[in-house]
Antibody, heavy 119, light 111 residues
Framework: DVQLQESGPGLVKPSQSLSLTCTVTGYSITSDYAWNWIRQFPGNKLEWMGYISYSGSTSYNPSLKSRISITRDTSKNQFFLQLNSVTTEDTATYYC????????????WGAGTTVTVSS | DVVMTQTPLSLPVSLGDQASISCRSSQSLVHSNGNTYLHWYLQKPGQSPKLLIYKVSNRFSGVPDRFSGSGSGTDFTLKISRVEAEDLGVYFCSQSTHVPTFGGGTKLEIK
């Protein structure tokens, strides 16, 4: 079974960068699918952030385009989220998730990791 | 952004009842290829969202047949017949015809 697991610092200072890792087991991220980051704010609102595809191409939510970068390490079967210039409004639970193609549904999700932005 | 509006925010039900959740989009979700990319997820307490229904009416693997989806264009409905205790949680609709967005969620709880 494919599994996704997020990891990274739980606390980030305002104006700094947020960096998270998603480790994928049971499936190679270079075989197929798009590998996504989604976040959930306090109060339940969900926001799709972007993805890196199996071929390495990326797509980002236009609302984040100037601050976000998604990269990968194929040797470790991991992909990464970097979000720059964070504010308290970036406090959220961050999920990594898989989908088949740009129009598809998210069929596998990680358990999520909570990041708080605070000085 | 396509805004997804779910109603109600909270849905108190008795076990065994039928439940219905509405989801309305600010734009048509019909893609130029003819598909409608409207999906439903359930998030149980302390867990990540899990896929229930994809492309309006298709149950995902392992989802019981008491869950059904319907709708077209901008108006969609998720129905749960005979609610069971394991169905409690927050339901989200989501569209991926455009830049993916999610509804605000409907909390299904015991009356």
């Amino acid at each position: 079974d494919v599994q996704l697991q997020e990891s990274g610092p739980g606390l980030v200072k305002p104006s700094q960068s947020l960096s998270l890792t998603c480790t994928v087991t049971g499936y190679s991220i270079t075989s197929d699918y798009a590998w996504n980051w989604i976040r959930q704010f306090p109060g339940n609102k969900l926001e799709w952030m972007g993805y890196i595809s199996y071929s390495g191409s990326t797509s980002y939510n236009p609302s984040l385009k100037s601050r976000i970068s998604i990269t990968r390490d194929t040797s470790k079967n991991q992909f990464f989220l970097q979000l720059n210039s964070v504010t308290t409004e970036d406090t959220a639970t961050y999920y990594c998730a898989r989908k088949k193609d740009p129009y598809s549904y998210f069929d596998v999700w990680g358990a999520g990791t909570t990041v708080t932005v605070s000085s | 952004d396509v805004v997804m509006t779910q109603t109600p925010l909270s849905l108190p039900v008795s076990l065994g009842d039928q439940a219905s959740i509405s989801c309305r989009s600010s734009q048509s979700l019909v893609h130029s290829n003819g598909n409608t990319y409207l999906h439903w997820y359930l998030q149980k307490p302390g867990q990540s969202p899990k896929l229930l229904i994809y492309k309006v009416s298709n149950r995902f693997s392992g989802v019981p047949d008491r869950f059904s989806g319907s709708g077209s264009g901008t108006d969609f409905t998720l129905k749960i017949s005979r609610v069971e205790a394991e169905d409690l949680g927050v339901y989200f609709c989501s569209q991926s015809t455009h830049v993916p967005t999610f509804g605000g969620g409907t909390k299904l709880e015991i009356k």
